[in-house]
Every structure is written in structure tokens, then in C-alpha cells.
Nanobody
């Protein structure tokens, strides 16, 4: 069974940093891309970043380019999202996700709150 477990969220002041982790299990980690989405109150869920575990290629939303860095540790089946220079508009629940056989899987989410 595919499981994705996020951790690392919290409360931080604007300009601060957090590192989110997504521990994955139940599938061959090296074969899939894993992404981070976020959802702020009253807003739609939006894509933040994605990484291919096979070749390390990455994608970033324009809103986080230059501030967030995604990485993966294939030995630990874990994807990280290093978030620097955080802004109040980054406040959201952050989810990691992957898709296999056309079905998306989501973690439970971790809350990130950035105070001004």
C-alpha cells in the first residue's frame, strides 16, 4: 500500500526557513516522481515543486523559484523541501503526492504558518 507521510511543518517568522520531509513506502521509490502541493485557506491546491527520483530532474512553481529546493534521498525513500526566505503568502498545508497506474496518492499534509 502506498503511504506518504509529511513532517517538518511549523510556525516561522517571515524570512525564516523550514525543511519538510515526505517519507514514502509501498512502491519502488526510484521509479516515480514525487511532488509537493500546498493549499491555503479558501484557495485551490497548487503545485509547488516536483522531483524525479530516477534522474533528479526538478520543477518549481514561479512563486517559489530561488527560495525552495527539492531533493530526494533514495536510500531513505524520502523527499525533502527546503524552504528559505519564507513569506506570509507561503502559509498553507503542504502535501506530498505521487501517482501510479493513474491513481494519485496524497499524504495527510503538514501545516506551515509564516508570520509577518
Amino acid at each position: 500500500e502506498v503511504q506518504l507521510v509529511e513532517s517538518g511543518g511549523g510556525l516561522v517568522q517571515a524570512g525564516g526557513s523550514l525543511r519538510l520531509s515526505c517519507a514514502a513506502s509501498g512502491f519502488t521509490f526510484d521509479d516515480y516522481a514525487i511532488g509537493w502541493f500546498r493549499q491555503a485557506p479558501g484557495k485551490e491546491r497548487e503545485g509547488v515543486s516536483c522531483i524525479s527520483s530516477s534522474d533528479g530532474s526538478t520543477y518549481y512553481a514561479d512563486s517559489v523559484k530561488g527560495r525552495f529546493t527539492i531533493s530526494s534521498d533514495n536510500a531513505k525513500n524520502t523527499v525533502y523541501l527546503q524552504m528559505n526566505s519564507l513569506k506570509p503568502e507561503d502559509t498553507a498545508v503542504y502535501y506530498c503526492t505521487m501517482s501510479t497506474y493513474g491513481r494519485p496518492y496524497w499524504g495527510q499534509g503538514t501545516q506551515v504558518t509564516v508570520s509577518s
